[in-house]
């Protein structure tokens, strides 16, 4: 079962993120960065914040991020999610991408095993019409 419904609204790409979710239709997670300051950025926009310019590119990610951040969700904001809470709503980092974040779910592990830093790897799941969600889950063991 998939950690969220799949009978969510899908996301609607635009000009800016269509190469997000093009990718992520092979899972894989790219982001965007900057053609001129090389600095990337999410979600992705039409100008980069740091030096104006107007050039992008894209590079994926390494499968694995950490935890910075999450929250406990336990009132479902949609009627398809009532039965999924609580569920986490989690920002994981990239050190390596000048620790640009991405709002996601951490799919594997009951709130109270979350804690800050911690390493996540990808866990893409379908979310419906050949799109699929990078989620994560934690990384248990040695590394
Ligand atoms: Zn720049």
Avoid at 16 to 35: H, I, M, N, S
Avoid at 55 to 83: C, I, K, M, N
């Amino acid at each position: 079962m998939n950690y969220l419904s799949t009978n969510m609204p899908a996301p609607v790409p635009d000009i800016d993120d269509a190469p997000f979710w093009e990718a992520a239709a092979r899972q894989r997670l790219v982001f965007q960065r900057c053609g001129s300051c090389k600095t990337h950025r999410h979600p992705p926009s039409p100008m980069c914040p740091i030096c104006q310019s107007t050039r992008s590119e894209w590079t994926e990610a390494p499968p694995r991020g950490q935890l910075f951040s999450y929250t406990v969700t336990h009132v479902a904001p949609h009627p398809e999610l009532r039965d999924r809470t609580p569920y986490v709503v989690a920002l994981v980092c990239f050190p390596t991408l000048d620790n640009v974040r991405i709002v996601t779910n951490i799919v594997d592990a009951a709130p109270e095993d979350l804690k800050i830093g911690v390493e996540v790897e990808l866990a893409w799941e379908p979310i419906g019409a050949e799109m699929w969600a990078p989620r994560f889950k934690i990384v248990r063991g040695p590394r």
